[in-house]
């Protein structure tokens, strides 16, 4: 097997500054926590197939193969043995659905989303909800990764018609390919006056038999006023938008701040990362006044918030994608790469005034014999555990460095996940480290140091992720999304600059460089394979 070539992107590394500005500052400690992300891989392609721990492999002996087991896509590799009759993309389904004048069904998603896989699980791997499929539909599954212009057509009209959007995508689709009716989950059976997926199903193939062309007429003129409502109006006198619209974006995000837990809205809450770096230069642009120092402890609250929260992987370090509740508390587990790099800039920005795998999972087995995965089971933890890992005594003291280490991530025997935050039961008993005090209170409340219960704390981690380096690891999407790298390299040489940490630049360097010299490297523009050369420029 090639050497697997690994880079820690480990940007999100403020450990020797404190901001110049006392108006600003976020302290050398926290400033340390707050940027260390997680491990992301690379690798060349066309190297030796790494087998997942999660099972990303194809399974030896298959029940069902459709279509799909012919993809490079990890998402579609999912599910090549649904029982499901999928079609990639392309015209074979398109002209399928012309021949036989059945309606589409199109299932969008991305290998690392949890709600994707309940879905898989409890759907399309059902044999009756495949038959129905089978015979009333042409069914076609995307990766969004792969294919972000179905993915944002499609997300348009969801978005338009729901009043929002997410993944799984689930949208139903005319033969000219022109969406009807569309959604995100949908579950396999009806459950408090809601219908589920094989209610949805017949109901829609009963409307079209009955009514097709008005179903058809509708599509058009849903067609026609998407269209008409992306249109944007040019007015050739009209230059740039000017400080007037900029000031009316920062009213329109300081109305919607969450002043106690930081971010902005009500759950679920992403880090949005982009809100947070115009945030940063408005308070460049206004420096001085108390619009400009507004928009600035925003962003403090923000990240102080994440760096304390679930949402942060205090273990492996990074940020999970989002956060189910608004005390950045329970989040989904899948970590996206995108979010690392763009989150390390970020904090960069804060603190100042190889190619790398795309995803990490949400989802992983318990333990290398169980058969099921789990939401959370590779990140997540049960008082016992800590116990037992943790059990030195803690100097002059009865107790333990589990006890105090429970302290300040808020472990609780019961395990601290709300049970309406957890609707299918994963994580009974578990617990999502989250920090809701300063260390100078742990200190004070176990009578210990602060610099003694810094060095505890953190060796204590480092405990902990020796021993969940043992657990069965998360599936990693090894698709290299060229956008996303460049994004990972940018943020390498940010930290470079910043904190003039030659590691980083190596690291950006070294992944720059494989991109521009290897011809090995699969680049993916769109679904299409293309040579890095022209990748680079796309």
Known sequence: MRTIMKAWLRVLLLSRRLLRSTSCAIGKREVT???RTSCI????????????ATGADLPPVAKHQNRLAKEKSPYLL???????????????????SRKENKPIFLSVGYSTCHWCHVMERESFENEDIAKILSEHFVSIKVDREERPDVDKVYM????????????????????????????????????????????????????????????????AKVMAALQQMVEVASDEGEGPPGLNCVQKAYQALKAREDKQYGGFGSAPKFPQPVILGFLLKFYARYIGSEMGQSALDMVLVCLRAMNNGGIHDHIGQGFHRYSTDELWHVPHFEKM????????????????????????????????????????AFCVWTEGEISSLLSSPLPSSSLTVADLFCHHYGVKSGGNVPSH???????????????????????????????????????????????????PKPLRDNKLVTSWNGLAISAFARGYQVLDEQDYLER?????????????????????????????VC
């Not at 999912?78 to 399928?96: I, R, S, T």
């Not at 209610?199 to 829609?204: D, F, K, P, V």
């Not at 904090?347 to 333990?367: I, W």
């Not at 617990?431 to 003694?452: C, D």
Request: proline content about 6%; charged content about 25%.
């Open 41 to 52: 891989h690379f690798k060349r392609a066309g190297a030796s197939t790494v087998t997942m």
């Open 156 to 219: 348009t009209f969801i978005q338009a018609s729901q009043g929002g959007g997410g993944w799984p995508m689930s949208v139903f689709l005319t033969p000219e390919l022109e969406p009807f009716l569309g959604g995100t989950y949908f579950p396999p059976e009806d459950h408090f006056n809601r219908p589920g997926f094989p209610t949805i199903l017949r109901s829609i193939a009963k409307q079209w038999e009955k009514d097709e062309q008005g179903i058809r007429q509708k599509s």
């Open 337 to 376: 790469l995108y979010d690392q790099a763009q989150l390390a800039c970020v904090y960069l920005d804060a603190y100042q005034e190889g190619g790398f795998y795309a995803a990490e999972d949400a989802d992983s087995f318990p333990l290398a014999s169980s058969e099921q995965k789990k939401e959370g």
């Open 78 to 96: 999912q599910h090549a043995n649904n029982p499901v009759d999928w079609y990639p993309w392309g015209e074979e389904a398109f002209e399928k």
């Open 421 to 471: 935050k957890d609707p299918h039961g994963e994580l009974s008993g578990q617990n999502v480290l989250i920090v809701r005090g300063s260390v100078e209170e742990t200190a004070n409340h176990f009578q210990l140091s602060v610099p003694v219960t810094v060095e505890l704390l953190s060796k204590a981690r480092d405990q902990l992720a020796q021993a969940r380096r043992d657990r």
């Open 508 to 536: 950006a360097l070294k992944a720059l460089i494989l991109y521009e010299t290897s011809s090995t490297f699969r680049c993916l523009v769109g679904s299409v394979e293309v040579p890095t050369e022209r990748a680079l």
């Open 33 to 35: 926590t707050l940027c």
